[in-house]
C-alpha cells in the first residue's frame, strides 16, 4: 500500500467543514422529514461528471460499507488536469455510545495571485493557470520568466535551467544547459493580450542573438495559441543550415505544467482524520507522477 504520510507536505488549497455528532441541532425536522441519510450525504456536495474549471472528466470514486456494527458512507471526486477535488466522508458506529457519527466535506479552493506571488509557489500556481489560463497575460513580467526557468527545470531534470533576464539581456531570460555543455537560449514572451499568433520579428530576434552569441539552438515561449505561418517558415529554413529554435505556444506550455501540479492534493488531508482510508484511496488511485511517465512528452530536447 502507498504510504500518503511520506509525502511532503503541501500549502493548504481546500476548504473544509466537520459536522461532528449527528443529532438533531444539525438539520431541522421540516428538512429531514422525508429524507434519508443518504439522501443527505448525497446533496452535500454537487455530484460533477467534469472538472468545472478545466473540464476534464473527473474521476469518481464511491464506496458504502456496512458491517452491520457501522456504516461508512465515501465519495472522492478528482481531476488530473488541473487537480481540483472535492470529496465527503461519513461514518457512523451505530452505537448509542461516544464516538458519534462524523461528517466531513472538502473542496478544493480556487486561489487569487497578484504580482508579488513569492517564489516557491509553483505547485498552487500551475493549478491556477490550468483552471484560468487567461492569468498568463497578466502576469508580472519578471516573475513569469522565473516561473518558465522552474518548468522547463521540472520538464528537463537532467539539465541546468538558469534565469538570467535582465535589462540589456539580448533578448535571453533563461539559458537550459544540458548535460553535454549543449546551451539552449530561451526567449520568453509574456504576451497581455489574447494575440492570435506570435510573428516572425520574434523569431528574427532570436536568431540574431543566437549568431551574436555563437550558439545553434534556441526556444521561444510565448503565452499566444500560435506563431504565424512566416514564423513557422523561417524556423523550418534555419533548421536545414543547421539552426534550430523549438516553437513553445500556450497549448504546450500548458501540457508542461503537468510535472510541477501537485501530486494526489487531497491525501494529506485525509489522512489526518483517516489514515487507512488515504491509503485504501491511494491503491484506487494511481500516483500522478507515475501516470506522467507513460504520456508522451509535450516537448524534448534533441
Not at 537532467?158 to 537560449?185: C, Y
Amino acid at each position: 500500500m502507498a504510504d500518503p504520510t511520506k509525502k511532503p507536505k503541501q500549502m493548504v488549497a481546500y476548504d473544509k467543514f466537520d459536522i461532528d455528532g449527528w443529532n438533531g441541532e444539525l438539520f431541522d425536522e421540516d428538512y429531514c422529514s422525508d429524507k434519508t441519510l443518504d439522501d443527505i450525504l448525497d446533496n452535500a456536495l454537487q455530484d460533477l461528471t467534469s472538472c468545472e474549471y478545466c473540464s476534464t472528466k473527473l474521476l469518481r470514486v464511491e464506496e458504502y460499507v456496512d458491517e452491520g456494527n457501522s456504516y461508512r458512507n465515501y465519495c472522492l471526486w478528482y481531476c488530473r488536469g488541473c487537480r481540483f477535488w472535492q470529496a465527503r466522508f461519513y461514518s457512523d458506529p451505530l452505537r448509542d455510545c461516544i464516538p458519534p457519527p462524523d461528517f466531513h466535506a472538502y473542496i478544493s479552493k480556487l486561489r487569487e495571485f497578484n504580482g508579488d506571488l513569492p517564489e516557491g509557489c509553483n505547485e498552487e500556481l500551475a493549478s491556477h493557470i490550468k483552471q484560468c489560463p487567461d492569468l498568463l497575460h497578466s502576469f508580472n513580467p519578471a516573475r513569469f520568466e522565473k516561473f518558465v526557468a522552474d518548468v522547463f527545470r521540472a520538464n528537463c531534470t537532467n539539465a541546468e535551467v538558469l534565469h538570467i533576464g535582465k535589462p540589456r539581456d539580448g533578448g535571453i531570460d533563461v539559458l537550459l544547459i544540458e548535460t553535454g555543455s549543449e546551451q539552449w537560449l530561451i526567449q520568453v514572451k509574456r504576451r497581455g493580450s489574447q494575440k492570435s499568433s506570435e510573428g516572425v520579428s520574434t523569431i528574427r530576434e532570436l536568431f540574431g542573438t543566437m549568431f551574436v552569441e555563437g550558439k545553434r539552438i534556441g526556444i521561444v515561449v510565448s503565452t499566444v495559441e500560435r506563431f504565424s505561418p512566416d514564423a513557422q517558415e523561417i524556423v523550418a529554413k534555419a533548421k536545414k543550415r543547421g539552426g534550430t529554435v523549438e516553437l513553445v505556444d500556450k497549448g504546450i506550455f500548458d501540457k508542461m505544467l503537468d510535472p510541477i501540479l501537485p501530486d494526489r492534493p487531497w491525501l494529506d488531508p485525509i489522512s489526518q482524520f483517516d489514515w487507512e482510508l488515504a491509503q485504501h484511496l491511494a491503491d484506487r488511485i494511481p500516483s500522478d507522477t507515475q501516470l506522467d511517465l507513460f504520456e508522451p512528452q509535450p516537448f524534448q530536447l534533441i
